[in-house]
């Protein structure tokens, strides 16, 4: 077995994904919740069916992709190829999450098997305690809270999407290691809920630099002093959330050739580029009024030590009638460079601003009170420069989903 | 007689269970100095918002099986949301560790159980198997 450590996260070879895989629907659908002695635990789990078929965009190889390609999630290069089939890797996934608690006290760990990944992840796993009523603090591995959906990012009946607005949900990170306090008070008909994180994250084969590097390609990632917060202010309908978090990120290239017998590269050379800090600002306002839905979200990433700044938004838009709830959704991505592009201690780079804008309509529908039904329709408008790469296209997307929580 | 009889055992076998869940109340312990709780109360103990009482004491909220007609009365009628959308919201939550959600019970009669032996318990139940040991404090209803 082939094991790859990255701090808490683990990767499991192939030779042993089946039966991690069976392991977890058994664990799932036995264990529900129980009590030993003091120890009270429970287990919940969710999972998505999902199954997309390319209609139409530019054909085109990039990076070893056969497009027209849409990335349903960056982070783990799940990507919907320009292949003729349908396709059931990039949406479908199943999580299972157990906690223990007594007394103010709790373990809780979350397993995320994917189809894009093709492995079992730790993706959660943390001891919380209450110090009081108001005030918790949580030790381990965490999601990283950067956007407004991040914490339920592969909880499929949790969104109203069958996968997140790549343009702005997609990034290179998404956990972390290390503490987080959380506040939360009421006053009136308000409540808030703050955040405090710190901590690092390191990741040996970064899914979203295949999307940039290419899909056999391998980069190394790590993000050092990792620190910041969230607050969320709500009242009856209405949720504003405010974010900043910053580090400092380092990206280390690595070329080689790809064994598929022993899972791993041969090292030819690697590239380090140089460590540098970024700043992340986000703010949602969500709206949930009678029937009506409403989502918008932007985020902005400076990049100081790279020169380039990130800036995505999203509005959404839908309506609750029954057991249906279509929903209209208008993204954008935007990378522009700052300071003529220059990377310090590289060399010089001629950066081309990267832009991809997607327009989707998606309808779900309830089924049972714990599962739903999705279809979605993605257009993705590729508006980079000509000279920017990878440039994927256009690309014009069907996807089903069936998501379930138990 | 016999006709009107007949009307009236057409109606209890034929009428929708759903309409004998229409008038349900929340009750707490006899011991818990709250007497009234606000819709706006109610929705906070049982979303995981604010489960600390105006007496002091922490709520325990208790949840009836899916199957009961009480429990998709009491949520959308209490909040205008489907049992679908509230499932979907404390996914948000559970698998964030966020907030816990109500302890879920057996029956009704569990539910009075508890409410009657648990000073912080708190629940909703059909006002006809509301106990005469406990104390109501929020009725829902169509009137």
Redesign the interface.
Known sequence: MVLHHSGLHMTLNLNNRILTTLTLWFWAFTVH?GQVGNITYSG?G?YTIGIGKMLSGTHVNVENYNCPCLISDYAQAAVYDGRSSLQWKPDSKL?V?G?ASNKGV?L?T?IVARGASGSADLE?L?G?YDLN?KMSI?LGRK?LPMFYYS??QD?G??LPWTHLPPGLYGWEAVNYNGVNV?YQD?WE?W?S?ANLLAGSESNNNSGYWKIYNGRQSRSNINWSNIWGGDLTLSKDWHETRLVYIQSNTQENLVSGEWNPNTQSYTLASSVIYPLAKQQIYGLTFKADY?NWLFHSEIVQIDHPGLNYKDHAQLLALGY?Y??WQPIFTWGRYKGTAVNNGLLPGVQPWNYSQDVQQTVSISIRY?V???S?LKVQFDSETDHSDPGYSPNYGNARLLTFTYDR?F | MGHRLIVLLFLIIFCPASTFAEDVVVVVNQKNSVNKLTRDEVIDIFLGRNRQLSSGVTALPLDLPGTADEREYFYSHLTGKSMSEINAYWARLIFTGRATPPTLVRSQEEAMQMVIDNRSAISYVNRNKASSQVRIVFELNNK
């Open positions: 919740a919940n969710y999580g999450q906690t709790s809780t979350q959660w943390y919380n009523d949580q999601r914490d339920v909880i009946f949790a959380r009421h008909r409540t809920t009678h609750h029954e057991q309830d049972t009170a714990t739903d929580v």
